[in-house]
């Protein structure tokens, strides 16, 4: 890569910094440089929302003859001298700007040296820039023996042939215009936009105060993968030989998510990552660039960074969790932590949406966002801890009703229910059990502790449930309930304090 590329199609700075210290240095972009990029990332924003609304503007073309020859050759002549100008304002101001050539020489030494010199890869890490083109920590090794959840063709009622007909475009359309970005907001590039600034501000704490190493990995895919690894190895830190992998919600950032709160301050190790299209890594978070994400974290955790899967912990929020269990169903990791998260997708969605269009939404979530983290749970034999947000908003499907029927409407309930079914087969025979599972969940911690029974002894070592009596079978259940569930009195988004972050032994 020639230096004249570099200052064309290189990398934006964002911000300098000296890791492991607190001195703090400014990166200042010139007039002509911050103009172009100004422009570029107008471009990119007006072009992602001509994406959403797609199908209205595909229509408004037809009917006012935009895609005539004449009109299209107009388009494309005000897109290059747009671009044009963008681009020759950007590479001239890069050129006049000392601190960029630095950059760029510091850039093409690193990456297409054999062996780069440690001066220059400690040089490189003082900025903090678009990862597209920044050095590669760690390249997956695709895998053919992935667990995956099937679709079950089954579940999908028939409305007729024209249904049949018209369903795999119809909702293939969907998802790809603003299904996905309705599900997974924090890929769109008006949250990567407004939110610039926290991100910038949280990978330079990250860094700077807690000794965090940034890494570019790829998947099996291609797609490039941003990761923050904060190494607490050492004889000071009680937990620095445990790994936790934190996955973010929907609209989460390593950069300002839950790495930053319990593991961290409770002195683990941590890896953060972006998902597919957040931040700055590359792709779409689709089931599939999901899995391989996830896939290469792991890999880079076990075969790079030297931690055995055993010392692994997966701590999942929100729709995190499904990457996480994944992981968990894949890998033999020590334990489990999910916290506001799911059962299944299609439940939570069909809630929110239109009863009319119920069955589309089942359809296209099915067929292409097919999130089921019950499912990917029950393949995980280990420890696991469900934390239930007790004012949850975004997890219920009942959001009319009362602080009860809201609270029994979280999809955290049945989420355990599955996994009491899969990890203790015939300790729920029927519904009237499952209400014992219900009715605990219905309980304050006070409750709780008042019914719980003290001598359950042997109880717990049954692998068969058919010999227990009605009251041994009652307490075995709130045993398991207690053992898996905690809750936490707090809305969806409320930062989980540090004392809550309790990964289970056993």
């Not at 299209?72 to 101001?93: D, P």
């Not at 989420?415 to 219900?438: F, S, Y």
């Not at 569930?485 to 969806?492: P, Q, T």
Request: aromatic share 12%; with cysteine; hydrophobic share 35%.
């Amino acid at each position: 890569m020639s230096k004249l590329t570099n200052y064309i199609l290189g990398p934006r700075i964002l911000q300098k910094f000296t890791p492991g210290t607190a001195e703090d240095e400014i990166y200042e972009e010139n007039s002509l440089e911050a103009l172009g990029e100004r422009m570029m990332m107008f471009g990119r924003g007006f072009r992602h929302f001509c994406t959403v609304i797609s199908p209205i503007l595909f229509s408004m073309a037809y009917n006012r003859g935009w895609f005539a020859p004449s009109c299209m050759t107009k388009f494309v002549q005000y897109a290059v001298i747009y671009y044009s100008f963008a681009y020759t304002c950007r590479t001239i101001g890069r050129v006049c700007n000392g601190d960029y050539r630095t950059f760029a020489n510091l850039l093409i030494e690193v990456t297409e040296s054999k062996e780069p010199s440690p001066a220059a890869e400690r040089e490189l890490r003082k900025y903090d820039y678009e990862i597209f083109m920044a050095p590669v920590a760690f390249t997956a090794t695709p895998r053919d023996d992935k667990k995956v959840v099937a679709v079950d063709e089954t579940e999908f009622e028939d409305y007729g042939p024209l249904w049949t007909t018209i369903r795999d475009p119809l909702c293939a359309a969907v998802v790809h215009t603003f299904g996905r970005r309705m599900l997974y907001p924090g890929a769109t590039s008006i949250f990567k936009t407004l939110l610039q600034g926290p991100l910038c501000q949280g990978r330079k704490n990250l860094v700077i105060e807690n000794g965090g190493k940034r890494n570019v990995i790829i998947t099996e895919d291609g797609n490039r993968i941003d990761t923050m690894f904060v190494d607490n190895r050492n004889p000071s830190k009680r937990f620095g030989a445990k790994l936790v992998i934190t996955s973010e919600g929907n609209a989460g950032y390593y950069e300002v998510g839950i790495m930053n709160n319990g593991p961290i301050s409770r002195g683990y190790s941590v890896l953060g990552w972006n998902h597919p299209g957040f931040g700055q890594s590359s792709g779409l978070p689709y089931p599939d660039q999901e899995m391989n994400a996830m896939d290469a974290v792991m890999q880079f955790a076990t075969k790079k960074l030297g931690f055995k899967e055993s010392d692994i912990i997966l701590y999942g929020w929100s729709i995190g969790g499904y990457a996480s269990t994944w992981a968990a169903a894949n890998y033999d990791v020590g334990s489990v932590v999910l916290d506001a998260t799911f059962d299944d997708v299609v439940p939570l969605a069909i809630s929110k949406m239109p009863s009319p269009i119920s069955f589309v939404v089942h359809y296209a979530l099915r067929t292409h966002l097919n999130l089921q983290i019950s499912k990917q749970l029950a393949m995980y034999k280990g420890p696991v801890r469900l934390i239930r947000r007790t004012h949850d908003e975004i997890m219920i499907t009942n959001e009319s009703g009362t602080d009860v029927e809201q609270l029994a409407s979280n999809r955290a309930n049945q989420l355990l229910l599955d996994l009491i079914d899969a990890r203790h087969p015939g300790l729920l025979r029927n519904e009237n059990d499952r209400g014992l599972v219900r009715m605990w969940l219905s309980l304050n911690a006070i409750s709780r502790i008042s019914q719980s029974s003290e001598n359950i002894g042997e109880l717990k070592r049954y692998a068969i449930y058919s010999g227990l009596n009605d009251k041994q079978r009652s307490s075995l259940i709130r045993y398991f309930c207690d053992k898996y569930l905690v809750d936490y009195d707090a809305g969806h988004n409320v930062p989980l304090p540090a004392e809550y972050f309790n990964p289970p032994t056993a």
